[in-house]
């Protein structure tokens, strides 16, 4: 009872502060910062803000937009003397995955940036890491309703133009990841259908044909998956797409 009445006390308090102005009083304060202490705490309130599943106000998504991220981005590639770890790229990683999770497919302003910038490579190298780890950084202390690293995952995937951030050689790490995750999930499993799916979006829209890589694996998950998932409509068409993709 706690716990419950202390998660709603969170929603309401972080409501409040999403349709504020403090997003955007943060949003500057990151671009100014040059105290590692300073960052850390600031990217930590504005991940706390905007991960909750709140509607964020369509004046910040006009604020915070694609120069937004394009500092971020940038700031992820380079190397400050004030911050002898580089523990930049992962905190604006968690910044660029808390803003991604009030983008769709349609209007996704860190894809069309990605597309725009056509390399981000420490952004794709961080991503990559936290997908392999299977966490999810900018959760902090709640469960949300999306995993925020799956889902710009898919979004990038979704979008060739902004694929092209990622190195073929990470593309095949991801694909023998995904690979792996799915084949370790059950029959029916909606984290399987995930994975199936990203998998056909890797075939999709990328230069998958040029190396192939894991293609008879990708053949033998994709038969596997139409015979035990024969109730799960959203698994089958995936396997189904797959299996004709990488067959080719």
């Known amino acids: 009872v706690y716990d419950l009445k202390r998660k709603q006390w969170y929603q309401r308090r972080v409501r409040v502060y999403l349709s504020s102005h403090l997003p955007i009083q943060l949003a500057t304060d990151l671009q100014a910062t ?33 120069e937004f991220i394009e500092f971020l981005l940038a700031a992820m590639e380079r190397s400050e003397p004030w911050d002898p ?35 981000a490579t420490a952004f794709s190298e961080n991503l990559l890491v936290a997908f392999n780890r299977g966490t999810d950084p900018a959760a902090q202390s709640y469960k949300t ?24 050689n990470d593309i095949k790490v991801l694909l023998e990841v995904l690979h792996r995750n799915a084949i370790d999930r059950d029959p029916g499993d909606q984290e399987r259908a995930y994975y199936l799916e990203v ?14 890589h894991y293609k008879t694996e990708l053949i033998d ?18 396997a189904q797409a797959l299996r004709a993709l990488a067959g080719q």
């Open 34 to 66: 040059k105290v590692l202490t300073l960052l850390e705490r600031q990217v930590e309130v504005f991940v706390a803000v905007l991960v909750y599943p709140n509607i964020m106000p369509r004046n910040h998504h006009d604020l915070l937009d694609e």
């Open 85 to 119: 770890e580089a523990s930049m790229p992962h905190l604006f990683l968690n910044v660029i995955l808390a803003l991604n999770l009030h983008y769709s497919d349609s209007e996704n302003k860190v894809c069309a940036k990605l597309q725009s910038r056509g390399s």
């Open 145 to 168: 309703p999306v995993n925020s690293v799956k889902k710009l995952t898919r979004d990038v995937f979704l979008n060739r133009g902004a694929a092209e951030v990622f190195y073929t």
């Open 199 to 212: 998998l056909k979006l890797i075939v999709t829209n990328t230069d998958y044909t040029d190396h192939s």
């Open 221 to 238: 998950l994709a038969s596997q998956v139409s015979h035990e998932d024969s109730e799960d409509a959203k698994s089958i068409a995936a």
